[in-house]
């Protein structure tokens, strides 16, 4: 009796003990990259109480912390990509028979890995979120990267992407009461933003006429929700920015942006979402290049996915490809008018377009759109706070995260190197953190 009495005294010292420590911890000697795009401060020491940010400051103190000593490593928020796409791939295809739980808590789990910590699928989700798992993942209880949602999206019939994934409405004029009823059903499932494709994808497909994407927009902000377009053309941003579309879903890539544009733009407070990445993956595998032998891309992939991309007839025929040069000259253009878009200071917000293809491989996408970002001129810490603040504007979770603050969820990554001094350092993650506990130790290196 005494014994266990005895035991049972242990086992409490030694549960409040543990739980004081789980409580607190310290990270001392780090340098932070804060989001806020400032430059980084060194030799900080940052308190984590729970699933918060108590403290960043000198020499902080707490007394029952459990304290890790990270000298010479950086500390940044985690990444958050404003346009992505999960559960379709699946080894080398892409349907929507993948899209099952297993296959998108894989994914988000992924995701995590790489750092990306949170992500907008945009706008090709399935009854099967909508029953708890978008909002328990959101919310942080379910592994991996937090997902956020724009329901199912509206394009043309028998038009890319929508089409593959079993999403095309047919629209027939704006004066369609499907479209009424399309947005109140959409509106339900309480999606962050509406997802419209309004694009000819090089002249081969009918593009969504103007009063049905006006029709859509009216209905989508009489709901109170802001619409996002896929978009190519300069003159379709000039129509859906009339028309009060909110964001831009990927760059304008058939000619540089004009003066007009760019004030427009920054008058509605537009958003702009370059997916650099997603251009870049259709045509840069043809030469060969140096990353796609590294283990930070390999590790990204769906099995199967590495040996299609190397094989010399996949590059050959990307390389002959009709789209070949439309895709380059168009990638090329896009990064001028990323740097012209910033510099007008226009809120420019990361999304790569990641995993509508298993050849835009997850996670990965993410660090190749800073690198991307910082080659088209914006600093790394430019390109950084794009990233992590500027996401977390668009999905206005700001609040909680986007940057190291006291009071800010801790959700942060621990790199190796320091990002601002070489973006690609980015890729030197060795922890991941969700809600104040170390979820993934890596060296993907
Ligand atoms: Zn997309």
């Known amino acids: 009796m005494r014994k266990s009495l005895s035991a049972f005294i242990g086992c409490l010292i030694v549960s409040l ?33 729970g699933d918060r940010i108590a403290a960043i400051g000198l020499n902080l103190h707490a007394k029952n912390a459990r ?38 808590l894989q994914q988000l789990n992924r995701y995590e890995r790489y750092g990306v910590g949170a992500l907008l699928c945009m706008g090709t989700d399935r009854p099967l979120i909508f029953n708890g798992f978008r909002d328990s993942s959101r919310a942080g209880l379910l592994p991996g990267a937090r997902m956020y949602s724009a329901g199912f999206g509206f394009g043309m019939p028998g038009n890319p992407p929508a089409a593959a994934f ?122 060969d290049p140096s990353w796609m032998h590294e283990k930070f891309y390999k590790a990204s992939l769906e099995p199967g996915v590495y040996e299609m991309v190397s094989a010399k007839e996949f590059q050959d025929n990307m390389r002959n490809a009709p789209s070949y040069n439309r895709t380059k000259t168009g990638f090329e253009t896009a990064m001028r008018n990323l740097k012209k878009i910033y510099d007008a200071g226009i809120i420019v917000v990361m999304g790569t377009d990641s995993g509508a293809t298993p050849t835009r491989a997850e996670g990965f996408a993410e660090h190749l759109e ?65 809600n104040g506990e170390m979820i993934a130790l890596t060296s993907p290196k």
Request: charged residues 25%; glycine residues 6%.
């Open 67 to 104: 304290v890790l000593d990270l000298s010479g490593k950086t500390v940044m928020p985690v990444l958050i990509s404003a346009h992505s796409h999960i559960g379709y791939v699946k080894g080398n295809s892409s349907s929507a028979a993948n899209y099952t739980r297993d296959n998108l």
């Open 166 to 287: 079993g999403l095309d409405k047919k629209f027939t004029s704006g004066d369609d009461p499907e479209i009424a009823g399309q947005i109140d059903a959409l509106a339900k499932l309480k999606p962050e933003v509406v997802k419209i494709w309004v694009d000819d994808f090089g002249a081969s497909n009918s593009k969504m006429p103007e009063p049905v994407y006006r029709a859509i927009i009216r209905e989508a902000h009489r709901h109170r929700l802001r619409v996002a377009a896929h978009l190519y053309y300069l003159a379709d941003a000039y129509k859906l920015i009339d028309a009060g579309v909110d964001i831009i879903a990927h760059s304008i890539r058939d000619q540089d942006v004009d003066d007009g544009i760019l004030k427009l733009m920054k008058e509605k407070h537009i958003l702009y979402i370059p997916t650099l990445s997603r251009d870049a993956f259709e045509f840069m595998y043809a030469d």
């Open 17 to 49: 003990l543990c739980s004081a420590q789980e409580g607190e911890v310290l990270l001392r000697h780090i340098c932070i990259i804060d989001g806020n795009g400032g430059k980084p401060a060194e030799n900080l020491d940052m308190l984590i109480n």
């Open 370 to 434: 800073l690198q991307l970002m910082v080659q088209s001129g914006l600093t790394p810490l430019e390109a950084i706070t794009v990233s992590t603040k500027n996401a977390a504007l668009l999905l206005r979770c700001n609040k909680d995260y986007g940057t190291l603050e006291a009071g800010k969820k801790a959700d942060f990554m621990v790199l190796g190197q320091n990002p601002a001094l070489n973006i690609r350092n980015t890729e030197t993650i060795e922890q991941v953190w969700k």
